[in-house]
Antibody, heavy 126, light 113 residues
Framework: QVQLEQSGSELKKPGASVKVSCKAS????????VNWVRQAPGQGPEWMGW????????TYVQGFTGRIVFSLDTSVSTAYLQISSLKAEDTAVYYC???????????????????WGQGTLVTVSS | DIVMTQSPDSLAVSLGERATINCKSS????????????FAWYQQKPGQPPNLLIY???TRESGVPDRFSGSGSGTDFTLTISSLQAEDVAVYYC?????????FGQGTKLEIK
């Protein structure tokens, strides 16, 4: 079955960087986009953007541009989220989620999220 | 950005009774060319990721019990649980995927009365 397995919790100091991994299994990795979603404590989900796993082209939400990077290693069916210059307000659970099919006209951008990773808690504290 | 507003913020319903959650988008999420509403519902239990219930506003995801149903079009949508079960206690979120950025509602917390 479809599974997204994320890396473990991280504790970082302000100003540091973090890289979260999301390993996919149970389907052809390049056939579906990967989305990244942030959920701060007690808050609703917030979409950060997505990456087209066929072309490698990322799309970032405006508020995150410049501090986040989505990347891929298709050889191991894994997507990555890197966040730099961490601030206390970046403390949250970060999820990867499978999106739409990359062979569709939108490249998989405009679709629901049918499978989610278990989440990675990133805590930023001095 | 499209703003998604859910009502109510919290809801207490007796076991076996109907639960109704509403979501309103600040602009239409109905795509004219294919007449599809780019709208989904998710259920989130504590310590778990969101779980997809409904997409295209009314299509139930595989494995989701048929007591869950979605309706609505354009800007106004409803999630109905026909007969509340104890395992349905959760926070429910709506989402639009019509345009970037995809946006979620603030959530509705569903409890047992």
């Amino acid at each position: 079955q479809v599974q997204l397995e994320q890396s473990g919790s991280e504790l970082k100091k302000p100003g540091a960087s973090v890289k979260v991994s999301c390993k996919a299994s149970g389907y052809s990795f390049s056939d579906y986009g990967v989305n990244w979603v942030r959920q701060a404590p007690g808050q609703g989900p917030e979409w950060m953007g997505w990456i087209n796993t066929k072309t490698g082209n990322p799309t970032y939400v405006q508020g995150f541009t410049g501090r986040i990077v989505f990347s891929l290693d298709t050889s191991v069916s894994t997507a990555y989220l890197q966040i730099s210059s961490l601030k206390a307000e970046d403390t949250a659970v970060y999820y990867c989620a499978r999106g739409g099919r990359t062979f569709e006209s939108s490249g998989g951008n405009f679709a629901w999220f049918d499978s989610w990773g278990q989440g990675t808690l990133v805590t930023v504290s001095s | 950005d499209i703003v998604m507003t859910q009502s109510p913020d919290s809801l207490a319903v007796s076991l076996g009774e109907r639960a109704t959650i509403n979501c309103k988008s600040s602009q239409s999420v109905l795509y004219d060319s294919n007449k599809k509403n780019y709208f989904a519902w998710y259920q989130q239990k504590p310590g778990q990721p969101p779980n997809l219930l409904i997409y295209w506003a009314s299509t139930r995801e595989s494995g989701v019990p048929d007591r869950f149903s979605g309706s609505g079009s354009g800007t106004d949508f409803t999630l109905t649980i026909s007969s509340l079960q104890a395992e349905d206690v959760a926070v429910y979120y709506c989402q639009q995927y019509y345009s970037n950025p995809h946006t979620f509602g603030q959530g509705t917390k569903l409890e047992i009365k």
